[in-house]
């Protein structure tokens, strides 16, 4: 069955970065998008961008273009996010996801990767 | 970019209930537009995509409706575990964009 795997929590401060990985199985990696989409305490879901992993293809959310990059690892079928210049409000629950591709919706997702931002 | 306007933002139901959920898009979005239920702490689940297709394993209670740029998630027969909040979410052009959500609660 298909399956995302995340990496773990993790806590950094202002200015630092993150790489949070989305292991994937159980389909063929390079048939479907990875998305990733973030929830901060309180507040909704966001979508953060998504990567074409059958030609490398991204596409990011304006608010985060510059910090945000996208890679896909066909030999480990991992897609791996990386946010730069971390701020406070950058603390969030992130969340791999795979992009179904006739209408780009997300039909099986990750556990959720915890990343907290503090001085 | 696409604004997706979801209403309302939160709602009171009683098990058996039928509740509505609708969104407004800023544009016409054809059929490219999805639902998810997301409990806090667990990620979210597709129930409806392509406005109003289910996805496989999803309770045929959930029902998606609408095109163009009116869309609506019902839920017949409310059950216990449906008290969760809902969103939309668009991808029909870049940036994709969900709605604001809807908490449904007792």
């Known amino acids: 069955q298909v399956h995302l795997e995340q990496s773990g929590a993790e806590v950094l401060k202002p200015g630092a970065s993150v790489t949070v990985s989305c292991k994937t199985s159980?389909?063929?990696?390079?048939?479907?998008?990875i998305s990733w989409v973030r929830q901060a305490p309180g507040h909704g879901l966001e979508w953060m961008g998504w990567?074409?992993?059958?030609?490398?293809?991204?596409v990011y959310a304006d608010k985060l273009q510059g910090r945000l990059t996208l890679t896909a690892d066909t030999s480990a079928s991992t897609v791996y996010m990386e946010l730069r210049s971390l701020r406070s409000d950058d603390t969030a629950l992130y969340f791999c996801?795979?992009?179904?591709?006739?209408?780009?919706?997300?039909?099986?997702w990750g556990q959720g990767t915890h990343v907290s931002v503090s001085s | 970019d696409i604004e997706v306007t979801q209403s309302p933002s939160s709602l009171s139901a009683s098990v058996g209930d039928r509740v509505t959920i609708t969104c407004r898009a800023s544009?016409?979005?054809?059929?490219?537009v999805h639902w998810y239920q997301h409990k806090p702490g667990n990620a979210p689940k597709l129930l409806i995509y392509?406005?109003?297709h289910l996805q496989s394993g999803v309770p045929s209670r959930f029902r998606g409706d609408g095109s163009g740029t009116e869309f609506s998630l019902t839920i017949d027969n409310l059950q216990p575990e449906d008290f969760a909040t809902y969103y939309c979410?668009?991808?029909?052009?870049?940036?994709?964009?969900f709605g604001g959500g809807t908490r449904v609660d007792i």
């Open positions: 990567i074409s992993v059958y030609n490398g293809n991204t």
């Open positions: 544009h016409s979005i054809d059929s490219y």
């Open positions: 979410q668009q991808t029909f052009r870049p940036p994709v964009s």
């Open positions: 996801a795979r992009r179904e591709r006739r209408f780009g919706e997300s039909d099986s």
């Open positions: 159980g389909y063929t990696f390079n048939r479907y998008g």
């Open positions: 392509g406005a109003s």
